[in-house]
Nanobody
Framework: QVQLVESGGGLVQAGGSLRLSCVAS????????MGWFRRAPGKEREFVAG????????YYADSVKGRFTISRDNAKNTVYLQMNSLKPEDTALYYC??????????????WGQGTQVTVSS
């Protein structure tokens, strides 16, 4: 069992930055690919970014490519999402996820509770 706890969300003006963190419990963190998803009001949850078990491979949704950066520190059981040049359309509840294989909706085994990001115009 893996428990994921996100932090770092908040209210920011358009063009600003935030860094989300997700700490995982347990000793198996490095076995999982990790990712971030988001759910905007009235929309389905969507993939944002993913990172391989050793951090050597990262991938992003087109909507955030070039603005967001995912990273991980296996010694700290933590995955990060650095979000720059934020836009009002980035407003959503952001979820951390642990997956087997490439991160995707069907491969996620564990979800966090989410942290709210609100971007004002």
């Amino acid at each position: 069992q893996v428990q994921l706890v996100e932090s770092g969300g908040g209210l920011v003006q358009a063009g600003g930055s935030l860094r989300l963190s997700c700490v995982a419990s347990g000793r198996t963190f490095s076995r999982y690919a990790m990712g971030w998803f988001r759910r905007a009001p009235g929309k389905e949850r969507e993939f944002v970014a993913g990172i391989s078990q050793n951090g050597g491979s990262t991938y992003y949704a087109d909507s955030v490519k070039g603005r967001f950066t995912i990273s991980r520190d296996n010694a700290k059981n933590t995955v990060y999402l650095q979000m720059n040049s934020l836009k009002p359309e980035d407003t959503a509840l952001y979820y951390c996820a642990a997956a087997v294989g490439v991160v995707g909706t069907t491969t996620v085994q564990y979800w966090g509770q989410g942290t709210q990001v609100t971007v004002s115009s």
